[in-house]
């Protein structure tokens, strides 16, 4: 039904700046970059076993004609890789794209396929870096398009409807699997080879059914345009590790990450993100020498408050507030391209 005379226009009938037209399509580009999502398998019983990365990006956009009904699709493939194999220089070479790509007046919104393995940093990470209003969903799916019961078609079709809804402007990166909307500052893989893989302790934004976006919730934190982070600005990503904790560590581990020229090290400690007593030492020792030193937990959910189980400010420690080890080593990179010191990497884990 259109608007009455001279009534106000409702959002979702408002032209955008970049959108086609008002009546038209939105332009959705569709960068690929591998994954389980293009990947094969030698029979339809193979869901666990077959190659990643195999389909090129025409094929993906051909094998799901129904994207034409919700918007103008193009294709790009960036790269084709298993994403447990992406490394820094990937992440900075794709958010760099994508910012180019939202920056032109004829693409309305940008689609990411991705393997699941590292999706949620690579989702965190443009979170954090492409400053625009845009939408930018990342996908991916849990089983190969030769399989039973794959998931990748709908997954994209999802993800390409997020990525021209207009509901879907400035909140944040998505993640659209398996029916849901996810933000990708706090998604995560939680378990491997079922369709259901990816979730958040804080839950999902929203669903696609039937090529419609239907939202719930925004994300609170800071995020893209209103980041600090410019992927323009950034050439490279200092080296950040994670060291696991357990019973019975030993410092070696800690020290292996400093002499590999890590500037920060992400503890993924157990319960609070908590420190051995025998370990105590060689953290305080690593931080007086320069490394940084981010408290975050293996435990996945809830999140690290300061000066709790150990001293935070008389060490010097910086806490990861709810990011699990992964996100806290994407953030922490990020953030050391503009300061190392650390009441200031401290808000910014409070912040984003
Ligand atoms: N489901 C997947 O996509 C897993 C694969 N290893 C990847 O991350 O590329």
């Known amino acids: 039904m259109g608007a009455l005379p001279g009534a106000p226009l409702q959002a979702r009938e408002m032209p955008e700046a970049g959108s086609a037209t008002a009546t038209g399509k939105p332009n959705v580009v569709i960068l690929a970059t591998g994954g389980t999502i293009a ?26 004609p129904a994207m034409a009904n919700v918007a103008n699709v193009r294709g790009e493939q960036v790269f084709q890789i298993a994403s447990e194999s992406f490394t820094d220089a990937q992440l900075v070479q794709l958010g760099k794209r994508v910012s180019q790509l939202l920056k032109q007046d004829d693409v309305d919104g940008v689609v990411i396929t991705h393997g699941t393995d590292t999706l949620e940093e690579t989702a965190l990470f443009l979170n954090l870096v492409v400053k625009s209003d845009k939408p930018i969903v990342v996908v991916g799916s849990m089983r190969p398009s030769t399989a039973i019961s794959a998931d990748g078609a709908l997954n994209l079709l999802d993800a390409v409807t997020a990525a021209g809804s207009k509901e879907a402007v400035g909140k944040g990166v998505l993640v659209t699997m398996n029916d849901y909307i996810q933000s990708g500052r706090d998604v995560t893989k939680r378990t491997n080879i079922v369709p259901s893989a990816f979730s958040s302790q804080w839950g999902p934004l929203g669903m696609v059914v039937e090529g419609k976006t239907y939202f719930f919730r925004a994300p609170y934190k800071r995020h893209n345009a209103s980041s600090e982070f410019d992927i323009d600005t950034i050439e490279s990503l200092p080296l950040v590790a994670i060291v696991y904790g357990s019973g019975n560590m030993f ?76 996100k806290a080593k994407i953030l922490a990179a990020v953030a050391l391209t503009k300061t190392s010191d650390t009441k200031e990497l401290q808000r910014i884990f409070w912040e984003y």
């Open 39 to 64: 990947g094969a398998g030698a029979d339809a019983s193979n869901s666990a076993t077959y190659q990643a990365a195999k389909v090129p990006v025409d094929k993906l956009i051909a094998a799901v």
């Open 251 to 326: 410092p070696g581990a800690y020290k292996a990450a400093v002499d590999a020229g890590a500037k920060a090290i992400v503890n993924a400690g157990t319960g609070n993100g908590s420190v051995p007593g025998y370990l105590v030492d060689t953290l305080k020792d690593i931080r007086g020498k320069g490394t940084l030193v981010i408290r975050s937990s293996r435990v996945g959910d809830g999140f690290v408050l300061r000066n709790a189980e150990q001293p935070d400010d008389k060490y010097d420690w910086v806490v990861a507030h709810d990011f699990n080890p992964q």
